[in-house]
């Protein structure tokens, strides 16, 4: 008695369906992980821009000892542009050229140089968050224009790689923070 062994067709259809799935969900994980290979990195490198600037124009850093936190005064204040005294009496300008989509700081008159300096071989760009990057109040609350006045900094950017978008695989930083000015004489 000889007998052959061999699959049914509903053994075969069952087979092939179960590689399907397998496929399937592999192919999933496979595309989610390779996003986030390239998502993640794009996202760390606006958060470390971002975060880096702001504490630049709060906090200061090596080139300008004590930032806009302990500043001496206020000597311009424009959408996009904040200008002070630092504490070691250096004018220090935070300028957002809208066009190129790059801070820009000068140092005690020196030239404007992007800030910082790694944004520019990176891709990564910067907004003002509702077509103003800085927002001065007066000791009321109310916004002002006057240097002299200001009492208030409202500091609102987004620094964004390509779209800033996850589907895109790109990384976006929005960022606010708000500081009193103490003039520190």
């Known amino acids: 008695m000889n007998s052959q062994k061999s699959f049914t067709l509903i053994e075969f259809i069952m087979v092939i369906a179960i590689i399907v799935v397998i496929a399937a969900v592999s192919a999933g994980l496979v595309t989610y992980f390779t996003q986030n290979s390239i998502f993640i990195p794009n996202k760390l490198n606006t958060n470390l821009a971002a975060s ?3 504490g630049s124009i709060v906090e200061g850093d090596v080139d ?3 930032g806009l936190r302990f500043s001496k005064s206020i000597t311009a204040a424009q959408n996009y542009i904040l200008s002070f005294h630092s504490q070691n009496n250096l004018n220090v300008t935070y300028s957002l ?3 190129t989509a790059k801070l820009y700081r000068s140092i005690g008159g020196g030239a404007n140089t992007i800030y910082p300096y790694y944004l520019s071989n990176i891709g990564v760009n910067m907004y003002g968050k509702n077509g103003q990057m ?3 109040y007066d000791a009321n609350e109310n916004v002002t224009a006057a240097a002299a006045n200001i009492s208030r900094i409202k500091i609102g950017f987004i620094v964004n790689s390509g779209s800033g978008s996850y589907t895109d695989w790109q990384g976006q930083a929005d960022v606010t923070s708000s500081i009193a000015v103490d003039r520190y004489e």
Do not use: E, R
């Open 52 to 54: 880096q600037i702001m």
């Open 134 to 136: 800085f927002t001065y």
């Open 97 to 99: 050229n809208t066009s």
């Open 64 to 66: 300008v000892k004590g």
